[in-house]
């Protein structure tokens, strides 16, 4: 149980174009889901909280016009990485949480890897 | 500000020794604290968890953590290492006093264990 998906699994798109980036939570509801960025090498970083139904919370360097979320229903939220640029590219990762709570433990998707040439 | 530390990039174990990854943190409040581990092409799985209770939590695959809030870590440990436990280990943090809808994980930068046979 507790399986997160994520497509597509890898991306290219050329400069100044926009990209959506889907997380689903297959086996379960998740109220609040997570985005995060894993450089090569390095760990996770923490772009934003999305909760279903309100505005996600952006982490501080975070561009909000750039990483557009949205979290419309229990079982899906989406990225999107509008105006790309080379910079973007990077390993975009999703999580779900089971509960509303910190307690509860996050579930990963496998990841979506963004190529911007 | 929360933060981890793994100070170790490799860990390397031979098969059926007792393993050790380490993992200190740094939080405001009292901690929930999580290990998680990431194999190749494949999403970040859930090993285990502190919430509170018990300093000693035992986890999936026969891991388990110790909690020590005097030397504030949560080291990862195993009593005897397989070939298949190699892989990348992640050491992440909630602060409890963190909120007001930014509720991600802060993770350290990961841990290489290999496992020689």
């Known amino acids: 149980g507790a399986v997160v998906s994520q497509h597509p699994s890898w991306v290219i798109c050329k400069s100044g174009t926009s990209v959506k980036i889907e997380c689903r939570s297959l086996d379960f509801q998740a109220t609040t889901m997570f985005w995060y960025r894993q450089f090569p090498k390095q760990s996770l970083m923490l772009m934003a909280t999305?909760?279903?139904?309100?505005?996600?919370?952006?982490e501080q360097g975070v561009e909000k016009d750039k990483f557009l979320i949205n979290h419309a229903s229990l079982t899906l939220s989406t990225l999107t990485v509008t105006s790309a640029h080379p910079e973007d590219s990077s390993f975009y990762i999703c999580?779900?949480?089971?509960?509303?709570?910190?307690?509860?433990?996050?579930?990963f998707g496998p990841g979506t890897r963004l190529t911007v040439t | 500000a929360q933060s981890v530390a793994q100070p170790e990039d490799q860990v390397n174990v031979a098969e059926g020794n007792p393993l050790t990854v380490k993992c200190t943190y740094s939080?405001?409040?009292?901690?929930?604290l999580f290990w998680y581990v990431q194999y190749p092409n494949r999403g970040l799985q859930f090993l285990l968890k502190?919430?509170?209770?018990?300093?000693l939590v035992k986890g999936s695959y026969g891991f388990e953590a110790e909690f020590n809030k005097s030397q504030t870590s949560f080291h990862l440990k195993k009593p005897s290492a397989l070939v298949s436990d190699s892989a990348l280990y992640f050491c992440a943090v909630r602060d409890l006093r963190s909120g007001g809808g930014a509720d991600g994980l802060t993770f350290g930068k990961g841990t290489h264990l290999i496992i020689q046979p």
């Open positions: 999580s779900a949480r089971l509960g509303t709570s910190g307690a509860y433990e996050q579930y």
């Open positions: 939080v405001s409040g009292n901690p929930y």
């Open positions: 502190y919430i509170t209770g018990d300093n």
């Open positions: 999305s909760n279903e139904g309100s505005k996600a919370t952006y």
